[in-house]
């Protein structure tokens, strides 16, 4: 079962949205050369509690922190601590989430730290992070869910070839519905499966946390012994980004952006719908 939600529904997610994007401009400007994942998960557990917020990752499923922090190699769901200091040239994906009265808000954003990082690392985080803006402009009223899947991989796929040969899109994880509940139904993938079909259609009160991840090698994944951290099987280091959008009877609000998307889609010659909050 789909989860559709009231306008009433999507303004509480637009404040956690919004505690969200407070935690990703803190997390931001903290991963710096020398600190530590904890001091980032830290930085995060602080912007929570000042919000008057909820972390919707401390204990789900006993994952024991905060915030993800992924790493170079690492997908996702990387567990902060105090051994991994982060280096001048290292890429760090940073995934965070927030509950406000029940209601949940998740996205995730690439960083990277210091300085002198190849190009084609950059690039990766640039065909990552468009990847998904191409996604959250194919949720349109009237589309099906394998739009948002063929979006995500048609950009990929038309990008230059790095010089690793291709991009991997990670096939085990993908995006999913999100609202009274971090994650829903349905699984979304980022890339066209015929097995899967077409999918839901998109109507308005749908909400979907819209997030591809890539990498400059494989698209396989092994988790660690920590029964956690997933990292490429070929070491390729790889980008994860993501967002929460919210389908209204207006369009789509990105509930965990500042603007609420508007400036990113209008590239794409969409309009966003208006903030909930005002």
């Not at 808000?105 to 950059?122: C, K, N, S, Y």
């Not at 194919?138 to 230059?160: C, F, H, T, W």
């Not at 997933?230 to 929460?244: A, G, I, L, Q």
């Amino acid at each position: 079962m789909v989860q559709i939600k009231t306008p009433e529904q999507i303004a509480k997610m637009r404040e956690a949205g919004l505690v969200v994007a407070a935690i990703h401009a803190a997390t931001r400007e903290a991963a710096v050369p020398g600190a530590t994942t904890r001091d980032l998960d830290m930085v995060a557990r602080k912007v929570i509690a000042e919000a008057g917020a909820k972390s919707n990752f401390l204990g789900y499923g006993g994952f024991p922190a905060t915030i993800c922090t992924s790493v170079n190699e690492v997908v996702v769901h990387g567990i902060p601590d105090d051994k991994t200091v982060l280096k001048d040239g290292d890429v760090i994906s940073i995934d965070a989430g927030a509950i406000v009265d029940g209601w949940h808000g998740d996205a995730a954003f690439t960083a990277f730290v210091g300085t002198g990082h190849a190009p084609e690392l950059i690039e990766l985080s640039r065909v990552t992070e468009e990847s998904m803006w191409a996604g959250i402009a194919a949720m349109r009223n009237g589309n099906r869910l394998v739009d948002i899947s063929k979006a995500i991989e048609g950009y990929i796929r038309r990008q230059p070839r790095p010089s690793t040969g291709k991009y991997g899109i990670i096939e085990d994880y993908g995006g999913h519905g999100i609202g009274s509940e971090m994650h829903m139904d349905p699984h979304l993938l980022n890339y066209v499966s015929r097995k899967r079909g077409k999918g839901i259609k998109l109507v308005p009160g749908v909400c979907l946390a819209i997030e591809p991840m890539v990498s400059l090698g494989t698209a396989r994944t092994e988790v660690l012994a920590d029964d956690w951290t997933v990292v490429t099987t070929d070491s390729s280091w790889s980008s994860h980004w993501e967002h929460s959008v919210a389908l209204t009877e207006d369009g789509p609000i990105v509930l965990t952006s500042p603007d609420c998307g508007k400036a990113k889609l209008a590239e794409y010659g969409v309009t966003t719908a208006p903030d909930p909050l005002g």
